[in-house]
Every structure is written in C-alpha cells, then in structure tokens.
C-alpha cells in the first residue's frame, strides 16, 4: 500500500513543483474566480461601479424661473461625488472649466464618446428650463428634450445611458410631485419576486464558484493526467517503474489519488478564496454535492485517460487537450448562459460531459434550475468514464514503441 | 537572398504539413467566433427578451396596455394565471414575468439569471415609472432623447467582441509563431545544424514572419468573413489600416514571442507560457466585458497590456470604434518598433544552438 501513496505523493510534489502545472491549476481558476467575481459581481451595485459622463449645461445663461437645468447639475454633482467613504462615486463627471466655449467642449466631449473615453454626455439645451416650466403650466405643450448621447456599440455606454435616464425620471418625478402633479401616496408599489431560488437573488459570486471549481478539475483531468502519463513516458521515465514491483494498476491507483488530492487541494484553495474574499454563502457539505465534486473529478480524470490512449506523443495529447479545452468549457453553461444556440452547438452541449457536471452541482447547491434529468445527469458522466476506461484500457501504451 | 528564398520554401511547406499549427490558425479563431457569437450575441440585448403577462381578471389593464405598447420590441407574452406565469419564468420560456392585480405591480425574476437579471430589472423600473404616470394623469416634465453617436449602426455587443478576437488571434498567434517554432527546431536539434550553414539568424526569423504573416492575415480575413456572413455583423473596414496593424502587430507580438523563446527551452514550455500570457491578457483586456465593469486597479492594470491597445486598433480599423487617427498610426508603428528593437537583438541570441 506504501507505493501507492508514495506515487500519490509524487504526483501531487511534481504538479505543484512544475511551474507551468502550478499555472494552470491553481493560479489561473483562481485569477479567472477573482476577476469574474470582481467585474460580473460588481455589475449594478453602487459605489462599485464608476462611469465617465460629460454634461455640458446650455441654458445656464438663460431666464429659467425655477432654475430646473440648475437642479439637473446639482444632482449629477451629488452622484459625482462616492456615496460611502473609500469608494467610487457612480459617475466622474466632466464639465466644461470657466470661460470655455460650450460648443467646443460638446465636440471634444463626443468625440471622447466616440472614442470610448466617456460613457455617456448629457446635455441640457438652452430654454430647457423654461420648457420644463411651461409643460407645468400645460401638459399640452411639447417639452425641450434633454440630450443623452451614447455608443450603441458600447455595454458600458448602453448601461451608463441607462442609469442616467433613470436618473432623470427620478428628478422628473421629483418636478412632478412639487408641482402636485403627481401624488407620491397614490403611486403603484412594485414589488421583486424570485423564484427558482431562496427569498433573494442567487449571488453572482455563487453562481460562478462551483462553475470555477469544476473548471480547475476539468483542466487538472485535461491537461495534467495526458501530460503526466505521455511526458513520463516520452522521456522513458515510465519504464523506469515497470523494472520495480509497481505494476500498472497499483501506478494506477497511486496516479489516481493523487490526482484525487491535487483536485481537493484545488477545491479547498478556490472555497476559501471563494467564501472569504467574494461572500460566498454556498454550502458543498452536503451528499449531492459532493458526490458531484467527486463525479467531476473522476470523469475528469478519464477523460484524460482518453486523451493520453488516443495521442501518440505528448505534445500530440497537449494539442488534442487545447482543442477540446475551450469549447468544452464554454459550450456547458459554466460561463455563459446556453440558451438560444443553434442544434449544432446543442449536440456539443448534450455531449459535453461538462455539461451535466456543471448543471448537477449548481442544482445540488440551490443556485440553478435543474436542465438535465437526473439519470442524465448521472448517466451520461457515468458513460463517459465506461468509454475512456474500455478505450484507455486496449490502447493505452504504457511504454515508448521500440 | 538565396538563403531567405530557400527558407520561405521550407517555412510555407512546414506550415502547410503542420495540421496542429493550421488548426490553431484558422478554425481556432473560427471555433471561438462561432462557439461565443451563439453564445454573447444577445447578452445584453434586452430588445430581444421576453416578458410573461398576468392580469387578474376585472382589473383595469388600460394604462398597462398603453405602457407595454411603449416599451420597445420586447415580446410579451400573456399568461393565463400567475402560477402558470411563474412556472413559465422558472422554466425559462420567458425571461422574467409581470403581474398586475389593480393594486400592485409584481416583477418575477428566476433568482439564478444572475448575469441577466439587472438588465431586466432596469426594464421593469422603467415600465413602473411609466405605468405610474400614465395612472396619474401626469405627463414626464423631462423628456429625454437619447442619441446614438455611432457611425455603424450597433447589432450588438459581439460586434466589439470580434475585433477583440481578432486582435486575440493576432496576439496568440504572434506569441507562438516564434516560440513553439524555434523552441521545437531546438528540441529536433534541426537549429544546430542549420546554424553551421552560412544561413544569416536573421533570414530564419524573417521567413518565419513572412509566412506566418501571410497565413495569419488570411486567418483574420475568414473570420472576419464568418463575422458578417454568419451572424450578420456590419463593418467599415478600412484595408489599409487593416492591413499594416495586422502585419505591425504581428511582428511585434512575434518580437514578444521570441522573448519567451529564449527564456524556454522546449517547445511546450513555450507554448504553455505563451498561452498563459495570452489567456491573461484576454479575460484583462476589455474584449468579452467593458473595462469599466473592472474595479480601478484592474482598469489601470487593463491600460498598460498590449491586448488592450491592439483590440481598440482593431475596432478602429474595422470601423466599430473612433480612435484618433494619430493615436492608431501611435499603436501601430510600437509594434513595428518593438520587432525592429527586438528581432535583431534577440535573432543573435535566440537562434543559435540549443544548450548543452
């Protein structure tokens, strides 16, 4: 039994002394687990978010009664500056400095509009004020509209003329209600139902970590179970095993577990990250998941197998392992959601082991409606690992051809 | 001359047997375009979702009508009651769901859309502010218009995500152009003896970039192609600047890769160092989300890579984002310099016989 963990051992010491190894398990899931959490996690919530607006002011000169334009700019102003301390205010506001032309600052601002240096420019043009004053006296009259230029080829700019219109119906509802042309008390209550889940939105942090988990053991099986097998045996370092007692199952079982323990070790590093850094709340203590975990890290592991008994030489398995890579991972739902694609890519998605995988641990941990059945979801990781297991046995080359 | 003839020869006939290499050149940009244009082409895109409808029966529905006929070209979709309506948005037959009950407004939302949901939120607090004042009687004081100032007309997120991919391509190609290949003739020792012929360093390295320059140009333009053929993506390429930052981008991601040939030894090291620089750089450089989704240590970490710089040249070049001119022509000819700075340099150290 000693050799055996005394391979396990070695696998593990090998993978995390080898650089490039250490890379790809560990450093990238988690740099991949860091920046998702930081960018999609962040998307909405103030102070978390920060945009560059411009708003360029032309009726500042003119007769405005109740001073409406200057309303505008003072609560832009207000959302230029952070809402808590320490952090980022929603919008960096760009005004034209004192004595500079209008007009030119509008052009230089478009053009930063253009050219992706600001989100969204608002202008207030001149007579707005008194139109706002007027459409108070007569909801007949048609109104001065306010200016929001955007870039429809930008999500930002999209997102950043969003918020901003939503800002200025919160300021029109303001006008409205002083002017008693709406009544606050009598307004509709709008009320947010989850479903599919608890009594609140899945957090996005959540949502991604057993997505992230699995994918530090899909490339652990990809990538490092080929690349130990065919680069040891390549470089004849697997027939220096088979003149000691080790015999092909015991290296077997040694590989495995340590391969095993490689994922636990991946697994622990990304929960605590996970759950410390991010917020997450999910719970992998119990049987479901972590039966999936260990279905994941298994099915994996074959799926090396597979890629190992198929290439002829190590650099062969490595390329197979980068072709397979990224449309296996992003063709299962673990990134983006797969809804809406054509049947050809649906195949791959049925196929795709990753899928059920993925899918069966976000339902296991309440963060996903379930899209398999579960003896798919079972079935088709289970016929997976058959197929690499019947495959790797008969054509495997546990030995470089002389 | 002769030399540089000969070595063109050999590099084209290399290329054109190598199917791991022609794979990673043409249907690897293929496989990505296909694989997230399906996927990313309508994130974001709420024109296109669709919205469940409940109202109770002998509840006025009028101002909701007029309110939902306002909103857009989103489908709406009518439900029988509200179990089936919750059922529907659990199920994902619809994106999310409304229902009114002449007294309240109530949003469904499947609690697991957690890319999704914000942008649908935001559509319901629109049609909730709307709806309240159409009940009121009240007319917006402030009406808004809202102006597009983008000369090509926006089909979409995916049409900024594919210059991105493109200038990836570029990248990745680039970085592994030189490293997998010079770091390969090292392993096969067909370096050591080429080096011993009067072949010039600096002929081998320009053959290589000249053939991988031409094939990869080649690559761009049939993904580009598949861009607008497949998924109906307009662009305003202009060739000329297509053309020279492709092939100054070239060199000089070539230039970075001849940096990592000479710090690797074999040739899947280099590989696997050239893909972890470039796997990196794409989740860092704006391509898949906007930089100002990033916190601002992350954006400014985004303004200082090459990747970044390259996908705006990109965009600029296939007409989806303005840039100034004197700013494009700035990144173009850095690259340029980078691979004159480099390639002479490094053609001295890295293209001579392996270590013994």
Same mark, same amino acid.
């Given at each position: 039994m000693n050799d055996v963990f005394l391979l396990a051992r070695t696998y593990v010491a090998t993978a995390i002394r080898e650089r490039v190894t250490l890379f790809w398990f560990l450093i990238f899931p988690v740099f991949l687990l860091v920046v998702l959490a930081l960018i999609f996690g962040r998307v909405g919530q103030e102070g978390e978010i920060n945009f560059d607006v411009a708003l360029v002011n032309q009726d500042a000169g003119s007769s405005d009664p109740v001073g409406f334009a200057a309303m505008v700019v003072d609560v832009f102003d207000g959302l230029a500056k952070p809402q808590v301390e320490r952090q980022e205010p929603l919008f960096t506001l760009h005004r034209a400095d004192q004595g500079e032309d209008p007009a030119e600052f509008l052009d230089h601002e478009l053009t930063s509009l253009r050219r992706g240096r600001r989100a969204a420019v608002i202008v207030i043009p001149e007579g707005f004020g008194s139109s706002v004053f007027g459409q108070m006296a007569s909801s007949e009259s048609e109104g001065t509209p306010l200016i929001v230029y955007m870039s429809g080829t930008s999500v930002a700019s999209e997102m950043a003329a969003e918020i901003v219109g939503q800002v200025l119906s919160g300021i029109d509802r303001e006008i409205l209600v002083r002017a008693g042309r709406f009544d606050p008390a009598d307004a509709v209550t709008a009320e947010t139902v989850w479903l599919g889940g608890g009594d609140d939105e899945t957090l996005y942090v959540d949502f991604l970590l057993p997505g992230m988990i699995l994918m530090g053991f899909f490339v652990n099986g990809l990538f490092g179970v080929p690349g130990a097998i065919l680069f040891n045996r390549d470089r004849r370092i697997l027939r220096r095993y088979w003149v000691t007692p080790v015999s092909v199952p015991r290296y077997l079982a040694g590989f495995s577990l340590g391969h095993l323990a490689l994922c636990g070790i991946q697994f622990v590093f990304l929960f605590l990250l996970g759950r410390y850094a991010f917020g997450a709340t999910v719970s992998f203590a119990q049987p479901a998941a972590l039966l999936t975990l260990i279905l994941g890290a298994v099915t994996f592991m074959a799926f090396g197998f597979l890629i190992a008994a198929l290439a002829r030489t190590a650099n062969a398995g490595m390329a197979t392992a980068n072709i397979l890579n990224m449309p296996m991972m992003f063709l299962s739902g673990m990134f983006f959601p797969i809804t809406g694609l054509p049947a050809f890519l649906k195949a791959i998605v049925y196929v795709n082991p990753v899928s059920y995988l993925v899918n069966g641990l976000r339902v296991s941990l309440g963060v996903e409606s379930a899209a398999f059945s579960p003896a798919l979801a079972i079935g088709v990781p289970l016929g997976w690992i058959a197929l690499s297991a019947l495959v790797a046995s008969r054509k495997l080359k546990w030995d470089v051809e002389r | 001359?002769?030399?540089?003839?000969?070595?063109?020869?050999?590099?084209?006939?290399?290329?054109?047997? %190598?199917?791991?290499?022609?794979?990673?050149?043409?249907?690897?940009?293929?496989?990505?375009?296909?694989?997230?244009?399906?996927?990313?082409?309508?994130?974001?895109?709420? !024109?296109?979702?669709?919205?469940?409808?409940?109202?109770?029966?002998?509840? %006025?529905?009028?101002?909701? /009508?007029?309110?939902?006929?306002?909103?857009?070209?989103?489908?709406?979709?009518?439900?029988?009651?509200?179990?089936?309506?919750?059922?529907?948005?659990? /199920?994902?037959?619809? %994106?999310?769901?409304?229902?009114?009950?002449?007294?309240?407004?109530?949003?469904?939302?499947?609690? $697991?859309?957690?890319?999704?949901?914000?942008?649908?939120?935001?559509?319901?607090?629109?049609?909730?502010?709307?709806? %309240?004042?159409?009940?009121?009687?009240?007319?917006?004081?402030?009406?808004?218009?809202?102006? /597009?100032?983008?000369?090509?007309? !926006?089909?979409?997120?995916?049409?900024?995500?594919?210059?991105?991919?493109?200038?990836?391509?570029?990248? !990745?190609?680039?970085?592994?152009?030189?490293?997998?290949?010079?770091?390969?003739?090292?392993?096969?020792?067909?370096? /050591?003896?080429?080096?011993?012929?009067?072949?010039?360093?600096?002929?081998?390295?320009?053959?290589?970039?000249?053939?991988?320059?031409?094939?990869g140009y080649i690559s761009t333009l049939i993904t580009l192609g598949v861009g607008v053929l497949v998924f109906g993506l307009k662009y305003d390429v202009s060739w000329l600047r297509f053309t020279v930052f492709i092939a100054c981008a070239t060199?000089?991601?070539?230039?970075?890769?001849?940096?990592?040939?000479?710090?690797?030894?074999?040739?899947?090291?280099?590989?696997?160092?050239? $893909?972890?620089?470039?796997?990196?750089?794409?989740?860092?450089?704006?391509?898949?989300?906007?930089?100002?989704?990033?916190?601002?240590?992350?954006?400014?970490i985004s303004r200082g890579l090459p990747l970044t710089h390259m996908a705006n040249a990109m965009r600029y070049a296939t007409g989806v984002m303005d840039m100034a001119e004197i700013e494009f022509w700035a990144i173009t000819f850095s690259f340029l310099g980078i691979a004159i700075l480099l390639f002479p340099v490094l053609a001295r150290y890295a293209v001579r016989p392996s270590r013994q």
């Amino acid at each position: 039994m000693n050799d055996v963990f005394l391979l396990a051992r070695t696998y593990v010491a090998t993978a995390i002394r080898e650089r490039v190894t250490l890379f790809w398990f560990l450093i990238f899931p988690v740099f991949l687990l860091v920046v998702l959490a930081l960018i999609f996690g962040r998307v909405g919530q103030e102070g978390e978010i920060n945009f560059d607006v411009a708003l360029v002011n032309q009726d500042a000169g003119s007769s405005d009664p109740v001073g409406f334009a200057a309303m505008v700019v003072d609560v832009f102003d207000g959302l230029a500056k952070p809402q808590v301390e320490r952090q980022e205010p929603l919008f960096t506001l760009h005004r034209a400095d004192q004595g500079e032309d209008p007009a030119e600052f509008l052009d230089h601002e478009l053009t930063s509009l253009r050219r992706g240096r600001r989100a969204a420019v608002i202008v207030i043009p001149e007579g707005f004020g008194s139109s706002v004053f007027g459409q108070m006296a007569s909801s007949e009259s048609e109104g001065t509209p306010l200016i929001v230029y955007m870039s429809g080829t930008s999500v930002a700019s999209e997102m950043a003329a969003e918020i901003v219109g939503q800002v200025l119906s919160g300021i029109d509802r303001e006008i409205l209600v002083r002017a008693g042309r709406f009544d606050p008390a009598d307004a509709v209550t709008a009320e947010t139902v989850w479903l599919g889940g608890g009594d609140d939105e899945t957090l996005y942090v959540d949502f991604l970590l057993p997505g992230m988990i699995l994918m530090g053991f899909f490339v652990n099986g990809l990538f490092g179970v080929p690349g130990a097998i065919l680069f040891n045996r390549d470089r004849r370092i697997l027939r220096r095993y088979w003149v000691t007692p080790v015999s092909v199952p015991r290296y077997l079982a040694g590989f495995s577990l340590g391969h095993l323990a490689l994922c636990g070790i991946q697994f622990v590093f990304l929960f605590l990250l996970g759950r410390y850094a991010f917020g997450a709340t999910v719970s992998f203590a119990q049987p479901a998941a972590l039966l999936t975990l260990i279905l994941g890290a298994v099915t994996f592991m074959a799926f090396g197998f597979l890629i190992a008994a198929l290439a002829r030489t190590a650099n062969a398995g490595m390329a197979t392992a980068n072709i397979l890579n990224m449309p296996m991972m992003f063709l299962s739902g673990m990134f983006f959601p797969i809804t809406g694609l054509p049947a050809f890519l649906k195949a791959i998605v049925y196929v795709n082991p990753v899928s059920y995988l993925v899918n069966g641990l976000r339902v296991s941990l309440g963060v996903e409606s379930a899209a398999f059945s579960p003896a798919l979801a079972i079935g088709v990781p289970l016929g997976w690992i058959a197929l690499s297991a019947l495959v790797a046995s008969r054509k495997l080359k546990w030995d470089v051809e002389r | 001359m002769k030399a540089l003839r000969a070595l063109l020869m050999s590099e084209s006939r290399i290329l054109l047997r %190598d199917r791991m290499a022609f794979f990673f050149t043409f249907a690897f940009p293929l496989l990505f375009i296909l694989v997230f244009g399906f996927l990313m082409g309508d994130i974001g895109n709420v !024109s296109e979702s669709a919205m469940g409808i409940f109202v109770e029966s002998g509840v %006025d529905r009028t101002h909701l /009508d007029e309110t939902l006929a306002a909103a857009g070209s989103m489908a709406i979709e009518p439900f029988e009651s509200a179990e089936a309506l919750e059922a529907a948005v659990v /199920d994902r037959e619809v %994106d999310f769901g409304l229902a009114w009950n002449g007294e309240a407004l109530r949003f469904f939302y499947d609690a $697991n859309r957690v890319q999704e949901n914000f942008a649908f939120q935001q559509v319901a607090q629109g049609l909730t502010t709307d709806f %309240d004042l159409r009940r009121q009687g009240a007319m917006p004081s402030i009406t808004v218009e809202p102006v /597009d100032v983008g000369d090509v007309a !926006s089909t979409g997120w995916f049409q900024l995500v594919l210059p991105g991919i493109l200038a990836f391509s570029v990248l !990745s190609s680039g970085l592994f152009a030189v490293s997998g290949h010079l770091t390969a003739m090292k392993e096969r020792k067909v370096l /050591d003896r080429m080096v011993v012929t009067p072949m010039p360093p600096v002929a081998l390295l320009i053959a290589i970039v000249i053939v991988r320059l031409i094939i990869g140009y080649i690559s761009t333009l049939i993904t580009l192609g598949v861009g607008v053929l497949v998924f109906g993506l307009k662009y305003d390429v202009s060739w000329l600047r297509f053309t020279v930052f492709i092939a100054c981008a070239t060199v000089g991601t070539m230039g970075f890769g001849t940096i990592i040939a000479l710090v690797v030894r074999r040739p899947s090291s280099a590989s696997n160092l050239a $893909n972890a620089i470039a796997m990196v750089m794409l989740f860092l450089a704006g391509i898949y989300f906007p930089i100002e989704f990033m916190p601002a240590f992350l954006r400014a970490i985004s303004r200082g890579l090459p990747l970044t710089h390259m996908a705006n040249a990109m965009r600029y070049a296939t007409g989806v984002m303005d840039m100034a001119e004197i700013e494009f022509w700035a990144i173009t000819f850095s690259f340029l310099g980078i691979a004159i700075l480099l390639f002479p340099v490094l053609a001295r150290y890295a293209v001579r016989p392996s270590r013994q």
